[in-house]
């Protein structure tokens, strides 16, 4: 069976920002990482486009609906490029493929029984694309977007969500690590316990949307054909295969806490009324927050953090997002704290430590790095590595992952100031050992390279390649004593050079 991992697909009314492109990356981590351990895994992104405001949006911006969200959809994924995601698919909701399948499974749920005819009155919010209750609204606008809700009152086909609480509390018994992290699964938890309303499925006075099968005057409510997305893909994402019996339900759900009851109560029972397996886990991750106090000092206006990209480069991005908020919780993210990690942790913990080696191997040893044999200590702190940080990321424990990693960052550079070799080469009788201390230099920054593969691509090959190792990433890799005899060593460039904090000018 193979792994499968999403992100939500996101809305084309607004324009891709950092908060998108940070699951996008985490999701991207757990593919990479999974890939390094041989298992066939399938990553999946797009966008979400049948929204009720799209229609008007579009006409604001003097388009026509089609071109309109294939513009915005072309945002998406120029900044799934821009972050060097790894997806196999990028899917469009307005894919007739993706429609053809959303009917098929409204028809089944509708012949199993669970859709039936009702008319539904409230109070909509169409930024959210969900009703409200009045005690639910804040001063009477809606609690997410401030926004006041129109009152909306038709004929529409119901799903019967309310006679799926019993069994997904049964589900969720069993699976205690369906959600994740834990507070989330409690959370989830609760939506069912408190009791489920039946949910309207379409929508009668909306044209945009894929058409009710058995009623075209109508149109399937749009998060129900997003969260049809994650089954449809796999459906038509390969001309010559069918992908569903492949990955589903081996799917891992990546989302943030906006849309927890969409995905952990309405999307299973939606699964479970189609006769349809539900998703392994869904992981919950918090908001990432802009610092726009410190955003501001630094440039005198916000800039927009994915522009940080263009100034840092795309690894250290990816690295910081992780390293400053722990994955699953909320985190505040700034530039002066980009700037400073991209300065201490890359440039110097780890920067620093490859100019250095290499530039010792091509001094002392005209650039060949012999073999040895890794000191019992060492290797021992290196052997773990692997271990737990596979622990950490099967977990989605991302940020845990990186500190682990950087442990061992931190002890190859005690290790060069503890044996300091410009010592050792004074002195032919040490001879052995300055071979022994630059090849573990090597061997550790190489698992290093290789552990990181997942959360800094780039970076890795650079690492790997300046060491004249092979490109190879295998998860076995990570592991001491793995380090092959090379020539030509040549003392690195600055993997991380100096960079000026963005002004408004450069931004
Ligand atoms: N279209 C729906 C999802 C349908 S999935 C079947 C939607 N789209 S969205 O464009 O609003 O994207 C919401 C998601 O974007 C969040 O769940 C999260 O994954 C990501 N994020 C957007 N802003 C974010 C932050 N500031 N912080 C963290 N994640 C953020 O909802």
């Known amino acids: 069976m193979g792994f499968y991992i999403t992100t939500p697909i996101y809305y084309v009314n607004a324009t891709p920002h950092i908060g998108h492109a940070y699951t996008t990356i985490a999701a991207d981590i757990i593919t ?51 972050v060097n995601a790894s997806n196999d698919f990028f899917i469009r909701t307005t894919d007739p493929r993706h429609g053809e399948r959303v009917g098929e499974f409204l028809q089944r749920i509708y012949e199993r029984g669970d859709i039936y005819e009702g008319v539904y009155s409230g109070l909509y919010c169409s930024r959210c694309e969900a009703f409200y209750t009045e005690a639910e609204l804040v001063d009477g606008l809606c609690p997410q977007h401030g926004i006041p809700p129109e009152f909306v009152e038709e004929k529409n086909y119901f799903f019967r969500l309310s006679a799926y609480a019993e069994p997904l ?3 969720f018994d069993e699976r205690p ?37 058995w ?132 440039g110097n913990d780890l920067g620093n430590l490859l100019s250095r080696t290499t530039a010792m191997i091509a001094r002392y040893r005209e650039g060949r790095l012999r073999e040895a044999v890794v000191s019992a200590e060492l290797a021992a702190d290196i052997d773990r590595v692997g271990g737990e940080v596979a622990a950490r990321l099967d977990a989605f424990d991302l940020t845990g992952a990186l ?60 690492v790997l390649a300046a060491l004249g190792q092979s490109e190879d990433v295998s998860w ?14 040549e003392p690195a460039p600055p993997l991380f050079p100096r960079v000026d904090p963005p002004t408004a000018a450069a931004a």
């Not at 966008?47 to 915005?72: K, M, W, Y």
């Not at 044996?419 to 061997?443: G, I, M, N, Y």
């Open 32 to 82: 990479r990482h999974r890939r390094q351990r041989g298992e066939d895994t399938f990553f999946l992104t797009g966008t979400d486009e049948h929204g009720s405001n799209i229609p008007r949006v579009a006409e604001e911006a003097g388009l026509e609906l089609q071109e309109f969200v294939d513009r915005n959809a072309a945002a998406f994924r120029e900044m799934t490029l821009k």
């Open 169 to 171: 509390l049964r589900l």
């Open 177 to 213: 690590d369906i959600v994740l992290p834990g507070f989330r699964y409690n959370e989830a938890r609760r939506f069912v316990e408190q009791g489920l309303d039946d949910i309207s499925v379409s929508r009668a006075s909306q044209r945009w949307g894929v058409p009710v099968p």
């Open 215 to 346: 009623d075209t005057s109508q149109v399937v409510y749009v998060w129900v054909d997003a969260l049809i997305n994650y089954w449809s893909a796999l459906a038509f994402a390969r001309e010559d295969e069918d992908l569903r019996p492949r990955y589903w339900p081996e799917v891992r759900h990546f989302l943030a806490k906006d849309i927890l009851k969409f995905h952990c109560v309405i999307w299973p029972a939606l699964l479970l009324a189609a006769g349809l397996e539900v998703p392994k886990q869904l992981f919950v991750h918090g908001y990432l927050l802009m610092d726009d106090r410190k955003m501001s000092k630094s440039i005198g206006n916000v800039i927009d953090p994915l522009d940080l990209i263009d100034v840092y480069g795309v690894d250290p991005v990816r690295f910081y997002l992780f390293r400053v908020a722990t994955f699953g919780q909320d985190g505040s993210i700034s530039i002066d704290g980009l700037h400073e990690r991209y300065e201490r942790e890359l």
């Open 403 to 462: 500190e682990v990693v950087w442990e061992l960052v931190r002890r190859l550079n005690r290790h060069v100031e503890q044996s300091a070799p410009w010592e050792l080469a004074k002195d032919e009788a040490r001879a052995e050992d300055l071979d022994r201390v630059l090849f573990e230099l090597a061997d550790g920054l190489r698992a290093v390279a290789v552990a990181l593969a997942g959360f800094v691509p780039e970076t890795s090959q650079r």
């Open 476 to 489: 076995g890799l990570v592991a001491a004593g793995k380090t092959v005899a090379s020539e030509g060593i």
